[in-house]
């Protein structure tokens, strides 16, 4: 029996585009055909809160400056319903002083901009996914007050409630993983962080998943085939951590993985087969370049890092491209990024000749096949993991 375990780090492609301006705690969603990365903060001489939205087209990658968000802002949060990229939430400066925004801003498919109904409060540091027909808005932080408030949107706009987070508390991370959309982490105070893991189904019934292995805020998440991954991060001026915890379809938590390098602020999505965990800040303040990738089997590789180490940028996948733009190396030479990093899967296929009565199976197979043919060219796609039980045959 031969074994196949084709993970080689070269199947993810690396090239460089850039955005407009160079900015940190923008956000990202996708729409349609075109990535949007949006809002973000530079500081020159005293903050500038931008409005700038940078669409980025899957078919070439060509970026084009649309409609700006009605308020500049940053530490907003992103996600897409139905046919609308919705960015809600942030901060900034309004009305001569700093300001905590109720706004949602609405993309459709042609990335025509309208303006639903606010959130209830103002508030940044929120969080926001979707699962079936609605896009979740939950937490967030207004300088005095957090926030278990679980706002709601469906596919035509309309706004309603779910029921509230199990803590108030901001700066979580949440991904979608099958029917469930998933909350986690997070901050109840400057340094107090929570394990919890508040989840909805796609009728916006609350549960709670397994508990994360240990407490964490300024994390990412993303999902890759049948798990969705939680990189813990860590908490303000304390270590970071490299834990991944898994959690599977029944949102019980599965597993634990590694990261390669122990950061927060870190960025995550997902290409077809692919979860990518970029950047970030590790212990000791240094800006990071290092790129985790995680395959469906939950074996990580490491294609090439990004092209500038830093945290708090924004990531988000359109087509078979993974983006992951902006950001702030503050650690290392106090510079904000204009690069978007894009990964890509360069997928080949492994072919072999196997006679008749040779079995295998690969990924993707829910059962073993069996040659029928005196001989048979078999192509699997990479990164490929299976086996195949080679016959003698005398033919």
Request: with cysteine.
């Amino acid at each position: 029996m031969s074994k196949f375990n084709n993970y080689n780090p070269n199947i993810i492609g690396h090239t460089i585009v850039e955005l407009s301006q160079a900015r940190e705690d923008l956000a990202a969603t996708t729409v349609g055909v075109c990535a949007l990365f949006a809002g973000g903060e530079a500081y020159n001489s005293g903050s500038l809160y931008f409005s700038t939205v940078d669409a980025y087209n899957k078919n070439n990658l060509t970026r084009s400056t649309r409609t700006p968000l009605s308020a500049g802002r940053r530490d907003l949060a992103a996600t897409t319903v139905g046919d609308y990229a919705l960015f809600g939430g942030g901060y900034g400066s309004g009305y001569g002083s700093s300001a905590y925004y109720s706004t949602v801003d609405a993309y459709d498919a042609n990335l025509v901009l309208s303006t639903p109904t606010t959130l209830g409060e103002g508030k940044s540091r929120l969080s926001a996914t979707t699962v079936g027909n609605y896009a979740l808005f939950a937490g967030g932080y207004n300088g005095s007050s957090r926030f278990s408030s679980v706002e709601v949107y469906n596919t035509s706009l309309a706004k309603s409630t779910a029921t509230s987070l199990n803590v108030s508390r901001n700066s979580m991370c949440s991904t979608t993983i099958g029917n469930c959309a998933l909350f986690a982490g997070g901050l109840t105070g400057s340094t107090n962080a929570v394990k919890t893991v508040d989840a909805y189904n796609s009728n916006l019934s609350k549960s709670t998943a397994t508990e994360l292995s240990d407490y964490s805020a300024y994390s990412a998440a993303t999902t890759v085939g049948d798990y969705a991954l939680i990189a813990l991060g860590g908490v303000e001026n304390t270590s970071a951590k490299s834990n991944i915890d898994v959690y599977n379809g029944n949102l019980i938590r599965s597993n634990t993985l590694e990261l390669s390098l122990a950061r927060i602020e870190l960025s995550a999505t997902s290409t077809e087969t692919q979860a990518l965990f970029a950047g970030g800040r590790s212990t000791g303040n240094v800006s990071q370049s290092v790129v985790d990738a995680y395959n469906s089997d939950l074996l990580r590789s490491n294609p090439d890092g990004l092209s500038k180490g830093r945290q708090n940028g924004a990531a988000t996948t359109v087509g078979k491209y993974a983006l992951f733009g902006g950001g702030y190396t503050a650690y290392n030479n106090n510079f904000y990024c204009a690069v978007v990093d894009v990964y890509y899967e360069n997928l080949g296929v492994i072919e072999f000749t196997a006679c008749k009565n040779s079995t295998y199976k690969f990924q993707n197979m829910s059962d073993e096949i069996t040659v029928t043919e005196d001989f048979s060219t078999i192509s699997i796609p990479t990164p490929a993991t299976g086996y195949v039980k080679f016959k003698n045959a005398n033919l």
